[in-house]
């Protein structure tokens, strides 16, 4: 049934040259039409913006990471203070 219908589709196919550049140039509009109207849809982000994003990332983890060993340090002085009283 698939050889059939393949060799339906090539029978239909234009032959010359000329047609076959046609065709081809008509496919590869009609694909790239379909593939950025499918990745639209995706709601994908562009590698800047992802660039970006992954930026204020690795600085807000510095900075929690800061806050982190700030408190980690704030508790060791308050046990301490506790202690010597």
Known sequence: MIDQLAKEI???LPQSPEALS???????AKVRTLLES????LN????E???A???VLERTREKVDAL???LAQLEQALQNS???S
């Open 10 to 12: 090539f029978a239909k």
């Open 53 to 55: 994003q992954q930026a």
């Open 82 to 84: 506790q202690k010597q």
């Open 22 to 28: 046609e065709l081809k140039q008509d496919g590869e």
């Open 68 to 70: 982190e060993q700030q």
């Open 49 to 51: 913006e992802f660039d």
């Open 44 to 47: 994908l982000v562009s590698r």
């Open 38 to 41: 499918s990745l639209r849809k």
